[in-house]
């Protein structure tokens, strides 16, 4: 059950990122001009492919389906793998922060190295759930109703403790402000 919920946190992560992106299309795309690799690329047909990528590891992350799961895992793995790389020569090239076009929100600039532990740190769960007895559960079940509910709950812990940091880190901005 446990990677079950894992995937569902891990799948939400990926659908809210991709929303992020077709909400803000502009943005994304010009957070990927600042991408070395990708500045030669066709950025519109780039992003396009990053967002249907993401939606279908998301879709299949929360599906339920042990194999899709154990799939989209793998297609997680490869994406993160991607996506430090990126963000590595950023790292090099002395961008100690920057927008990096993941998560929720497209105009936050992350820190490079947050955002490498942080993508490490999800290598490591990745890499452990796929190794794992991924179970099919029947989608209309008490049992994957309480895996979303643990899930959603999961990821709703993680995003207001992580808000709650960034209000604290940030109180001094609020002082001068107000």
Do not use: H
């Amino acid at each position: 059950m446990g990677v079950l919920v894992v995937s569902i946190i891990i799948g939400t992560q990926f659908l809210l990122s991709a929303w992020a992106k077709v909400r803000d299309l502009p943005t994304f795309l010009a957070i990927l001009a600042n991408y070395p690799l990708i500045a030669s690329l066709p950025k519109k047909t780039f992003a396009f492919l990053i967002i249907i990528f993401e939606i279908c590891l998301g879709f299949s992350l929360i599906s339920f389906q042990g194999e899709l799961i154990r799939l989209a895992f793998f297609g997680a793995i490869i994406f993160i793998i991607c996506a430090n790389i990126l963000a590595f020569i950023r790292l090099i090239k002395g961008e100690k922060k920057f927008r990096c076009g993941c998560g929720e929100s497209l105009n936050e600039e992350q820190s490079s190295f947050w955002l490498l532990f942080k993508n490490f740190v999800w290598l490591f769960v990745l890499l452990f759930c796929v190794n794992q007895n991924i179970p099919t559960v029947f989608m209309l079940s008490k049992a994957s109703l309480n895996i979303f509910l643990i899930g959603f709950g999961f990821l709703a812990i993680i995003k207001l403790l992580l808000a709650f940091y960034r209000a604290i880190a940030n109180i001094k901005q609020w002082k001068a402000a107000g």
